[in-house]
C-alpha cells in the first residue's frame, strides 16, 4: 500500500528565514512525488514535481529514495508563501492513476 | 491544463437528504476522481470515475452513499445520500492530466454543511 507522511501539521517561522515541510513516503514501486499548495480562497494547485527537478517560487524538492524522503525546502521564506502544503505520491489503483496524499503542513511565515 | 467547474460551492443541507455535487471539465479527460477533505484532514480519495464503466470506490466507500455519474469525457456528478452531521467536509473534484508524470487539477471544491 502506497502511504505518505507528514509529520508536522504546522510549521511557523520568521520571514526570511529558511523552511523545510518534511514528506517521507512508502510505496514499492518507483515513485511519482509531488508538492501541492492551498493558498487561502484558492484551490489545490500543483507546486512542483520530483520528475521535472525544478525551483518554484523558490521551493525545491528532492526524492531520496534511500530514505524515501521527498522534503520541500525554501532558503529564506516570504509571507506569501503562508498556505497549506500537501506532498502526494502519484500511484495506482483498479481504476488506473491516483494520488495519495499527505496530511498537509500548514507554513506560517510571521512578519 | 485543466478547468473545472464545481458547483454548487457551498450548501447547507438537512440530515437525511441528499446532495448531488457537479463537475464540469473544459477538456476531454479519461479519469475523474473525488476526494473530501474533512475539517483540519488531509485529502481523502472517494472514487475514481471512468466514463462508461462503474466507478471505482476506495476502501470506507460505498456507491449506496456515493453514487457517482460519469455520462461523458467532461462531466461527473457525486451524491452524498442520507446525509448525516459527519458527512459535513468539503468535496472535490480532481482530474489528472494524459501522462505518467501526472498533474492533478482541482476544482474549488464544495463546502457541505449538515444540519
Known amino acids: 500500500a502506497q502511504r505518505v507522511t507528514q509529520p508536522e501539521k504546522l510549521l511557523s517561522v520568521f520571514k526570511g528565514a529558511p523552511v523545510e515541510l518534511k514528506c517521507n513516503y512508502s510505496y514499492s514501486g518507483s515513485p511519482e512525488l509531488f508538492w501541492y499548495v492551498q493558498y487561502s480562497r484558492q484551490r489545490l494547485q500543483l507546486l512542483l514535481r520530483h520528475i521535472s527537478r525544478e525551483s518554484i517560487k523558490g521551493f525545491t524538492a528532492d526524492l531520496n529514495k534511500g530514505e524515501t524522503s521527498f522534503h520541500l525546502k525554501k532558503p529564506f521564506a516570504q509571507e506569501e508563501d503562508s498556505a497549506m502544503y500537501y506532498c502526494?505520491?502519484?500511484?495506482?489503483?483498479?481504476?488506473?492513476?491516483?494520488?495519495?496524499f499527505g496530511g498537509g503542513t500548514r507554513l506560517m511565515v510571521k512578519p | 491544463s485543466a478547468v473545472i467547474s464545481q458547483k454548487p460551492s457551498r450548501d447547507i443541507c438537512q440530515r437525511g437528504t441528499s446532495l448531488t455535487i457537479q463537475c464540469q471539465v473544459d477538456?476531454?479527460?479519461?479519469?475523474m476522481f473525488w476526494y473530501r477533505q474533512q475539517p483540519g484532514q488531509s485529502l481523502t480519495l472517494i472514487a475514481t470515475a471512468n466514463q462508461g464503466s462503474e466507478a471505482t470506490y476506495e476502501s470506507g466507500f460505498v456507491i449506496d452513499k456515493f453514487p457517482i455519474s460519469r455520462p461523458n469525457l467532461t462531466f461527473s456528478t457525486l451524491t452524498v445520500s442520507n446525509l448525516s452531521p459527519e458527512d459535513s467536509s468539503i468535496y472535490l473534484c480532481?482530474?489528472?492530466?494524459?501522462?505518467?508524470?501526472?498533474?492533478?487539477?482541482f476544482g474549488q471544491g464544495t463546502r457541505l454543511t449538515v444540519v
Open positions: 502526494a505520491l502519484g500511484g495506482y489503483n483498479n481504476a488506473g492513476n491516483m494520488l495519495t
Open positions: 480532481s482530474v489528472v492530466t494524459p501522462s505518467r508524470s501526472a498533474e492533478a487539477f
Open positions: 477538456s476531454q479527460v479519461t479519469m
